[in-house]
């Protein structure tokens, strides 16, 4: 992990060692009110008052050049008002968003967010919660949780404040999509245009996002009563050059799809660049889903039909948890719905056309 510090920019005529903090003392003296009243007003932490005596405190602040002194509050709360957020990775637009969605919404509560990334290895996700531990962070949202892992549980036995995002391993406090519904989602959407032969770009194992939109898949082709083909099922990791991959070994296979439903929107854009390679047309040869609706997917030339994933309310919920804990036992997971976003890359699926025609 590594942090970047930039120097400080001061602005003043005067020599800066001849200069004095403000403090609130003298801004309640300036506004007539006491102590007590300026930092409550000022606290962003709090819910903003808009009466008149807050607008006199803060306009006497912002003229006095107060600036809070966060590590002297910090002091005396026993915390920093720092979360740290450990990744898999940042060029994951996935992992970004998140990163962004959790920053706001640390920003919006008078907090700030640290990231680490670890390339989704549970060693390094060890090393970073260290560091991130040892910089005075109040507590830590994990979006790299595994099944095969149990770091969370080293983290509670320790008293270590953390919750999961994205994923989930069953347990902990977690803030997630719900992912078994997205993946019924896509698969309905391609069911519903007429395709049959459905692969499925499945991403790996020891994610519980891969699983629940796994589980998605195979509810929807069960309850339209489609046997899946083994073969039509081919896991990945979350990257471009895996959903290629795994496109072309689809496409190699004696009983081509007619459609792909891809994990997520990097798997995605592999597999229409694999698509594309091997001379087929999407949506016209083979249809295709991607999911959480990153910005770019709507910009490619074949606009990407993906799941859209709400990251502002997944951020939100994480942090909720991560301050005030959960409820009740049922609490503990909080799942936030998707919605599919149809776009250029499905369409009907030409041979149940071609049968319909006939009839």
Known sequence: MTIHEGPGVFTSDEPQEKQSRV???????ASGVSKSTVSRILDERLPRSDNETARRVRQVAAELGYVRDVSAA??????????GVIVPRLTDTVMAMLYEALAHACARTGRFAIVATTDDEPQADRAAAQSLLQRGVDGLVLSTAREDDDFPIQLEARGVPYVLALRSDGRSMSSVGDDKLG??????????????RIGIIAGPGYASSSRGRLAGYRSAMDEAGVPIDPAWIVESTFGIDSGAEAAERLMSGPTRPTAIFAMNDNT???ALSALVKLG???PDDVSLVGYNDVPIV?????????????FDRIAAEALDLLSRGA???????????PTLIPRASTSACRSAVRQAKSQ
């Not at 993946?183 to 049959?196: E, I, K, M, S």
């Not at 409820?327 to 719905?337: E, G, K, L, Y």
């Open 327 to 337: 409820t009740s036992v049922n609490d503990r997971i909080r799942v936030a719905p």
């Open 74 to 83: 910090s002091l005396r709360r026993g915390n920093t008002s720092t979360i």
């Open 183 to 196: 993946g019924y989602l896509a698969t309905r959407h391609l069911l519903d245009l007429g395709h049959r």
């Open 23 to 29: 403090t609130l003392h003298d801004v309640a003296a």
């Open 280 to 282: 087929l047309s999407v």
């Open 298 to 310: 709507s910009r490619l030339s074949v606009p990407l039909t993906s799941v859209r994933v709400p």
């Open 268 to 270: 995605a854009i592999g």
